[in-house]
């Protein structure tokens, strides 16, 4: 198994191809190594000492390492927890119905601003290792969740402010604001 990696705006985040499906539909962010519970990946990766944060996209694992650590020191672990999970057959996400909650139906403002959000704004920071998932939508202001490489990048807000929020201005009228959720 060949995994290669990718460096991502966040010099903090390192973002892991290993040539196969790693998440069928959605995305995952652990933001805690305790969060990592119903995926069997995501609790190996955490257990290299160091690392900070486990995001899942489509094809990618994106991983986040503390500031004290060296991508030198921790990569070959964290490569070596990928092919080791990869290899036990185990799957990615143990307990489906644990790690996703029902989704609400949303009212037409909402479903056009996810639907902006899925086609436009999600692929391009998924290149990134990332991914920026809507969490409300309240008096004109979107709030949105940044995850992997995302999380903590210098220049989230410039994304957030200058390139999501005008974009979703621009067809969505309703939208006066975009936030990053806490």
């Not at 999600?122 to 999380?151: E, K, N, T, W």
């Amino acid at each position: 198994m060949f995994i290669q990696t990718e460096q991502t705006p966040n010099p903090s985040t390192l973002k892991f191809l290993p040539g196969r499906v790693v998440m069928e539909k959605g995305t995952m962010d652990f933001a805690t190594a305790e969060a990592a519970g119903p995926s069997p990946l995501a609790k190996r990766l955490f257990a290299v000492e160091g690392v900070e944060r486990v995001f899942f996209g489509s094809d990618f694992v994106t991983v986040t390492k503390s500031a004290d650590r060296d991508w030198q020191v921790l990569k070959p672990s964290i490569l070596g927890g990928i092919m080791e999970h990869y290899t036990s057959g185990d799957p990615v996400i143990a307990d489906a119905a644990e790690a996703h909650a029902a989704a609400a139906d949303d009212d037409e403002v909402v479903a056009q601003i996810k639907e902006l959000l899925d086609t436009r704004v999600r692929p391009a920071v998924a290149q990134d290792g990332g991914d920026i998932v809507f969490q409300d939508f309240r008096d004109g202001v979107v709030y949105l969740h940044m995850q992997g490489s995302c999380s903590g990048c210098p220049s989230s807000t410039a994304t957030l402010k200058m390139g999501i929020e005008n974009l979703l201005k621009h067809y969505v009228p309703e939208v006066v604001e975009v936030q990053a959720a806490q």
